[in-house]
């Protein structure tokens, strides 16, 4: 390898180049990348004094960066008034306010938003009508300015019903959005038109890293959570080298050990899952065993925040107002 050698004659000269040093020091050099933020929980918003969805909503007020609503957003059925009144804070009717008292809601952050769909939101709509109007600030049926920045292509149908998955990069980290309602988006295995888009979005990525997020978890220890319909969309982002996944759906939060598809640890390649359903709506407290589980909260309300940087990443489970259990840390990716 050749060196090459500077020879500084002069004062000026010497000048000169410690204001060039001082320039390149102070900029990032190619492949470097800054630090990226997400934040967010699933199973978040009902109109009840009971439920969380406020105080959570109020964290969102002190963390920047992109806010991750993980499904489940509008309890309990997902319908148009649940959107306006609970997850936002007005009425489809006329755009008056709904909750004069409420400081802080979860539609607030909806401009940084990049949401999933959660089982509830089909409750109401067997397309999930209301979810896909309310995002995308369907003026026809009442909502209100601004809509998400989801994309929404024929090669990135975010906002499309029928799909709602999508994918969009962070620094130097590709994010992948999915729909885990399998028996609503045509199924997810590796055939499915998800999972199809799914493999051929993976293949044309050049980010170093990858995350991904949808509903339902592979693995929880929630009685009749866990959901073997999503091992093919595992099994495709494994084969892909994918670093973390997030789900909300139990209502807890859970960390798990980089694990295979078939659960066991991998500390190589394996996927570290995160469980975040702990958005506001409350319950489910049993525990059963779960694979490679590390860590178990059934009692917290909160988000969890990643913090997400060249080739790696770090956690922190942010608790509400009154509560005190977090959980932190950080890892590699593949």
């Not at 500077?6 to 040093?21: K, N, R, T, Y």
């Not at 409750?123 to 109007?133: E, G, M, T």
């Not at 906002?159 to 999915?178: F, M, N, Q």
């Not at 009749?224 to 093919?232: G, L, M």
Request: aromatic content about 10%; overall charge positive.
């Amino acid at each position: 390898m050749s060196k090459t050698v500077l020879v500084v004659g002069s004062m000026a000269s010497a000048m000169l180049l410690a204001s060039m040093v001082a320039v390149l020091t102070a900029v990032p050099s190619i492949g470097q990348s800054q630090t990226v933020t997400l934040v967010g929980a699933g199973d978040i918003a009902e109109c009840s004094p009971d439920n969380n969805a406020k105080a959570t909503a109020a964290l969102l007020n002190n963390i920047p960066g992109t806010v991750l609503a993980l499904g489940d957003n509008a309890y309990p059925h997902g319908t148009p008034k649940h959107y306006a009144n609970c997850y936002d804070n007005y009425r489809i009717s006329d755009g008056s306010v709904f909750d004069a008292k409420r400081t802080h809601w979860w539609g607030q952050y909806k401009a940084r938003t990049m949401p999933i769909l959660g089982n509830h939101d089909y409750h109401s709509s067997k397309i999930a009508q209301p979810y896909f109007d309310y995002f995308s600030a369907n003026r026809a049926v009442g909502f209100k300015q601004p809509p998400a920045p989801v994309p929404n292509t024929t090669a990135n149908p975010g906002l499309t019903p029928g799909k709602g998955y999508y994918s969009y990069d962070r620094g130097s980290w590709h994010i992948v959005a999915l729909n885990s309602n399998c028996n609503k988006v045509g199924g997810c295995e590796k055939t499915s038109t998800q999972g199809k888009w799914l493999r051929n979005n993976l293949a044309n990525t050049n980010k170093l890293c990858t995350l991904a997020y949808f509903h339902h978890p592979l693995y929880s220890t929630g009685n009749n959570v866990t959901n073997p319909n999503v091992k093919p969309l595992w099994q495709i982002l494994y084969n892909h080298h994918a670093d973390v996944i997030l789900n909300g759906h139990a209502h807890r939060y859970e960390r798990f050990a980089p694990l295979t598809p078939g659960g066991k640890k991998d500390p190589q390649n394996g996927i570290r899952q995160f469980v975040a359903g702990t958005g506001g709506s409350l319950g489910g407290s049993e525990v059963q065993q779960a694979p490679g589980v590390e860590v178990v909260e059934t009692g917290t309300s909160g988000v969890i925040k990643l913090d997400l940087s060249a080739r790696s990443y770090s956690w922190r489970f942010v608790h509400i107002e009154g509560q005190t259990f977090t959980d932190s840390g950080e890892g590699s990716c593949h």
